[in-house]
């Protein structure tokens, strides 16, 4: 959700966050692949209710579980841009970031509901600097080459460069890849290759 001070708020889509290790997300999607129009109706009114109820103003994330037989339940309200905030930005053509700044300084959204459109499909895999024979424990030491992949459909957004050095006190998260296609087929393979072309050397 995106709201502001002017209790407007606007659903920005969905996204489906299951797939995680060590209760570490791991891969993100968007839209969440078993959507029903209905459920998002009921998600998306059940979100803007909580945003509501708070009079809560800026980006936020309502997480929910959603059972065998449909139903969902509130999880909680991450009051924040999330990392997977990339999936949603490349199937409504919006930018989160500036969307933020803009209610942060009392500004009204500048939409509403109808003018939210979602296109295409996005899903983005976390890429972490692990030790998989160490159960995956954060690995940390030299970048000695980092060269992302680049490609239509393809964006990553990173916070490393050649030379430099993964510190072991921070989260061992370096980049975020993205692939994005008219269908979720499309979207999985771009990301595919997007994957085999990305050439991450170094640390332990």
Known sequence: VMSDKHR????????????????????????????TPELRQQMGQSAIDAAKSVNYRG?????FLLDASGEFYFLEMNTRLQVEHPVTEL???????????????????GMVQQDVSFDGAAIEVRLYTEDPSQDFLP??????LWQPATGIG????????????????YDPMVAKII????????????????LKETVLFGTA
Not at 155 to 164: E, H, K, L, M, Y
Not at 179 to 194: F, I, K, N, S
Request: net charge negative.
């Open 8 to 35: 407007n708020v606007s659903i920005l889509s969905g996204r489906d966050c299951s797939m995680q290790r060590r209760n570490q997300k791991v891969i993100e999607e968007a839209p969440c692949p078993i959507m």
């Open 59 to 63: 980006a936020g994330t309502v997480e």
């Open 91 to 109: 199937i409504t053509g919006l930018d989160l970031v500036a969307l933020q700044i803009q209610v942060a300084q009392g500004e009204p959204l």
């Open 139 to 144: 690995a940390s030491g030299p970048v000695h």
């Open 154 to 169: 393809v964006r990553v957004d990173a916070g490393i460069c050649s030379g430099q050095d993964i510190s072991p006190f």
């Open 179 to 194: 692939g994005y296609g008219p269908v979720r087929e499309t979207a999985r393979l771009r990301l595919m290759q997007a």
